[in-house]
């Protein structure tokens, strides 16, 4: 960890003292109480989209009203191309909107660690909605997070994809490993660019650790991550994985980005 980054959650540290995180809600900030579900307040819990409708059946996002098939366009669109999707199922828990951003963006760029706890209790009780505990913990061999480059994570202190997965595997009982992954170099923002362009983006991005190749070998494998956006990180990673003999690769986001074609 970086002095910076030393710095900055040493100080966040003694502000939870005067004024504990439980205290406010985690969209918002308005003063709460710790009884509020998720730490939001009243306004952000119904604000919030959860992707309690349709969604689609391979990437989990939520499906627009004027999508009425099975898939998201995204998802059609490189099932049409002919393009194979590596992963196999995905999950998400709320679409993209100002009150997920507003979380999303507090835990990654305001030092707030300790809202990765609670999106890992949203995760988990998302799954519980579709799965009993029973089975979800029978799914799944390995929870593994999507890991950021060494330079980022020095310089934030934390993966707050690994936070998340952490607290998912926890409730669930699952294995989890943050080490197996390994993010060689940075990439550029996806934002802009076209669907070949994303994919050589992030194209030999990640490897898998030497030692971990016999626990992948036949294992069902969750990925974790805060968001879900186009899909080409998720997929470069599965494809990975697969390569190396993984039976089974889903995922499971806090939020997925709208339905739109890509």
Same mark, same amino acid.
């Given at each position: 960890?970086?002095?910076?980054?030393?710095?900055?959650?040493?100080?966040?540290?003694?502000?939870? &003292?005067?004024?504990?995180?439980?205290?406010?809600?985690?969209?918002?900030?308005?003063?709460?109480?710790?009884?509020?579900?998720?730490? &939001?307040?009243?306004?952000?819990?119904? /604000? @919030?989209?959860?992707?309690?409708?349709?969604?689609?059946?391979?990437?989990?996002?939520?499906?627009?009203?004027?999508?009425?098939?099975?898939?998201?366009?995204?998802?059609?669109?490189?099932?049409?191309?002919?393009?194979?999707?590596? !992963?196999?199922? %995905?999950?998400?828990?709320?679409?993209? =909107? $100002?009150?997920?951003?507003? +979380?999303? !963006?507090?835990?990654?760029? %305001?030092?707030?660690?300790?809202?990765?706890?609670?999106?890992?209790?949203?995760?988990?009780?998302? @799954?519980?909605?579709?799965?009993?505990?029973?089975?979800?913990?029978? @799914?799944?061999?390995? +929870?593994?997070?999507?890991?950021?480059?060494s330079d980022k994570l020095k310089k934030r202190g934390f993966n707050h994809a690994e936070l998340i997965g952490?607290?998912?595997?926890?409730?669930?009982? &699952? #294995?989890?490993?943050?080490?197996?992954?390994?993010?060689?170099?940075?990439?550029?923002?996806?934002?802009?660019?076209?669907?070949?362009?994303?994919?050589?983006?992030? #194209? %030999?991005?990640?490897?898998?650790?030497?030692?971990?190749?016999?626990?992948?070998?036949? /294992?069902?494998? &969750?990925?974790?991550?805060?968001? !879900?956006?186009?899909?080409?990180?998720?997929?470069?990673?599965?494809?990975?994985?697969?390569?190396?003999?993984?039976? #089974?690769?889903?995922?499971? $986001? !806090?939020?997925?980005? =709208?339905? @739109? +074609?890509?």
């Open positions: 960890m970086s002095k910076e980054s030393w710095l900055k959650r040493l100080g966040n540290e003694m502000l939870d &003292l005067v004024y504990p995180p439980g205290l406010y809600c985690i969209c918002c900030g308005k003063i709460t109480d710790d009884s509020r579900t998720y730490r &939001l307040c009243n306004e952000c819990m119904k /604000s @919030m989209n959860w992707n309690t409708g349709r969604h689609c059946a391979k990437c989990g996002r939520p499906l627009a009203d004027t999508d009425p098939g099975e898939l998201c366009f995204g998802c059609a669109q490189k099932v049409s191309a002919g393009q194979e999707i590596s !992963f196999d199922k %995905g999950y998400a828990c709320t679409g993209y =909107g $100002a009150c997920a951003q507003s +979380v999303i !963006f507090a835990l990654k760029y %305001g030092g707030r660690a300790d809202i990765a706890d609670t999106l890992g209790e949203i995760m988990f009780d998302y @799954m519980l909605a579709e799965y009993t505990a029973d089975e979800l913990s029978a @799914m799944y061999d390995i +929870v593994i997070p999507v890991p950021i480059h952490r607290s998912f595997a926890g409730r669930a009982g &699952l #294995r989890f490993d943050p080490g197996a992954l390994v993010r060689t170099r940075e990439t550029v923002p996806m934002k802009g660019l076209g669907p070949e362009e994303r994919r050589a983006n992030i #194209r %030999g991005a990640f490897e898998i650790r030497n030692s971990r190749l016999p626990l992948i070998q036949g /294992s069902r494998i &969750l990925l974790t991550d805060d968001i !879900f956006t186009t899909g080409s990180t998720i997929d470069e990673i599965a494809s990975l994985l697969k390569s190396c003999g993984a039976e #089974r690769v889903d995922f499971i $986001a !806090f939020a997925a980005a =709208g339905d @739109m +074609v890509i």
